[in-house]
């Protein structure tokens, strides 16, 4: 019965996750299997946006800068001073007389004890190819988890350690095999880690993992989420809540 009653959460955390991105974000373009950021046409409105003129990333497997954008956020970098900032996925671009791109980073503070936070940057690259820092959100996993109260298990919302290891498909052991375990029976979207993001003591622990998800419809969408996964002192694993990302939220 417990098994039963553990899947059938699982269930319904997806019919939210459909109702709540798949049901209303279009369908993004065949990347045929690569992120690369193409030149910048002024002016252009590509298919498969997202609210706000966003596209999502649609490439699990580029989980770190795409092709051709690591110059644009070092020298985005040069003229940013408020911290540290390291990239570790990247969330999706939006056209504008230029472009807008969208960055989850590890941001480290310049002090004597430095703080590590996430942290969501936006870089605007303009039609000559300059970059700027536009914008610095925070990334808290505990006010992630809160998103949507109605599928947040208590005990979510505070005392997050962001990881030092945020690589995917390599994700430690303890990490992966609990996600791995709790995704067993989960159906309407197939998550694909592309960073683990932190972790939370409990009675065991919970892990905070960025994934892509493409929804399991006739026609398929692809959104970025945050699962939030249980491993048990006993072994069992299971899913706590997973909130789809609103890239205009950071915007």
Avoid at 80 to 99: C, F, I
Avoid at 141 to 146: D, F, K, P, V
């Amino acid at each position: 019965m417990k098994k039963l009653a553990v899947l059938l959460a699982a269930a319904l955390l997806v019919v939210g996750c459909l109702t709540a991105c798949g049901g209303t974000q279009p369908e993004q373009p065949e990347q045929g299997g690569s992120s690369v950021v193409e030149p910048i046409r002024s002016g252009v409105v590509e298919p498969g946006m997202v609210a706000g003129g966003w596209t999502v990333n649609s490439d699990e497997t580029k989980a770190f800068l795409p092709e051709g954008f690591e110059e644009v956020f070092n020298k985005a970098l040069e003229g940013y001073a408020g911290m540290g900032l390291e990239p570790v996925a990247y969330l999706g671009s939006q056209v504008v007389a230029g472009r807008n791109h969208m960055v989850l980073c590890k941001g480290t503070t310049v002090a004597a004890e430095p703080i590590t936070e996430l942290k969501v940057a936006v870089i605007y690259q303009d039609l000559e190819d300059n970059a700027e820092i536009t914008k610095v959100t925070d990334f808290n996993l505990g006010a992630i988890a809160e998103m949507d109260s109605s599928k947040t298990e208590a005990g979510l919302a505070g005392g997050w350690n962001v990881t030092d290891t945020f690589g995917a498909p390599n994700m430690p052991v303890e990490v992966q095999e609990p996600f791995d375990k709790a995704m067993e029976g989960l159906t309407g979207v197939n998550y694909q880690p592309m960073a683990f993001l932190g972790s939370q003591v409990v009675a065991g622990a919970n892990y905070a993992v960025l994934c892509h998800g493409t929804t399991v419809t006739a026609e398929p969408t692809n959104n970025i989420y945050v699962v939030y996964v249980y491993a048990g002192l006993d072994g069992t694993a299971s899913v706590n809540n997973i909130v789809c990302l609103n890239l205009t939220d950071f915007s």
